[in-house]
């Protein structure tokens, strides 16, 4: 986990999710998510803090579509590979951009990634970012078109979660299916995969199929002893479906087993106090 508010050294992969209440579950968001944390950025190889220090590692998640990112996996690599004499200036300008996406600051990163991507085009972390980026303000084509390249590029799966809910948004259900499909076939890990079982089931509800949505999430609803946050994002996903149902006792049941694990998530204490 990187918690350190200044320059980050990193890429962030992360998903912006939007808490919602009330029941309602907008195309465009992760359903019923919320935003506080978003996906905690991930390390890269070969990256240094403000101090010099060397970043931790990239952890290995099973993942069968590894990330290329020019040697070593570096994302300084890749910039001063395709950058040339200027590529120092342009990892510059693209750690620049992460700071500003770190903060919130979504406008301001587009401002500088978007010079970035026009002059480096085959850089997967400047293709990842931007699209980042733009999920984050709404501009769910623009954020699909980037990270489409980010996916071409990277052979990665990590964003297909965001990915299918700017499809999603965008009511391009083939899309968001051929996606998950490929994201169940790469298997990266139980957190992005979960990440995009909720878009799935949310996509399914959007088309009026519930109960397959229901069924989705249900199928991965499992009894663990230390429940990590996806599985509190995957119950209360679940919940949400399970009340617009109908089904308020499971509903309910859900709502409080989030609670009980923290009850502090989203707005769920709301989401409970209001089921009769």
């Not at 070593?72 to 040339?84: A, H, K, M, N, P």
């Not at 300008?93 to 991507?117: G, I, T, V």
């Not at 991965?220 to 119950?235: F, G, I, N």
Request: glycine letters at 10%; proline letters at 4%.
């Amino acid at each position: 986990m990187c918690n350190e508010r200044p320059r980050r050294t990193d890429i962030e992969c992360a998903g912006a999710f939007v808490a919602l209440g009330g029941g309602k579950v907008r195309a465009g968001t992760l359903a019923a998510m919320p935003r506080a944390q978003d996906r905690e950025p991930r390390r890269r190889r070969g990256g240094r803090d403000r101090r010099g220090r060397r970043g931790a590692p990239q952890s290995k998640d099973g993942s069968r579509q590894r990330r290329r990112r020019g040697r070593g996996g570096d994302v300084r690599d890749e910039i001063v590979r395709l950058g040339g004499s200027k590529g120092p200036r342009y990892y510059e300008q693209l750690m620049k951009a992460a700071d500003a996406y770190s903060r919130d600051h979504e406008r301001e990163a587009l401002r500088l990634l978007r010079p970035l991507r026009d002059t480096l085009p085959d850089s997967a972390s400047v293709r990842e970012l931007l699209g980042l980026a733009q999920y984050r303000v709404g501009h769910y084509q623009a954020a699909a078109k980037e990270l489409e390249a980010f996916v071409e590029l990277s052979r990665s799966v990590e964003q297909h979660p965001v990915l299918m809910d700017c499809y999603r948004a965008q009511r391009r259900w083939r899309k968001v299916d051929e996606c998950w499909r490929e994201l169940t076939a790469a298997s990266p890990g139980a957190e992005v995969v979960t990440e995009g079982r909720i878009v799935a089931a949310g996509a399914l509800a959007d088309r009026g199929r519930m109960d397959e949505a229901i069924a989705l999430l249900t199928r991965a609803d499992r009894k663990v002893s230390k429940p990590k946050p996806y599985h509190l994002r995957l119950w209360y996903a679940l919940a949400d479906l399970e009340e617009r149902a109908g089904n308020v006792p499971r509903a309910r049941a859900l709502f409080d087993r989030v609670r009980r694990e923290d009850a502090g998530f989203a707005d769920v204490a709301e989401r409970l106090a209001g089921l009769r």
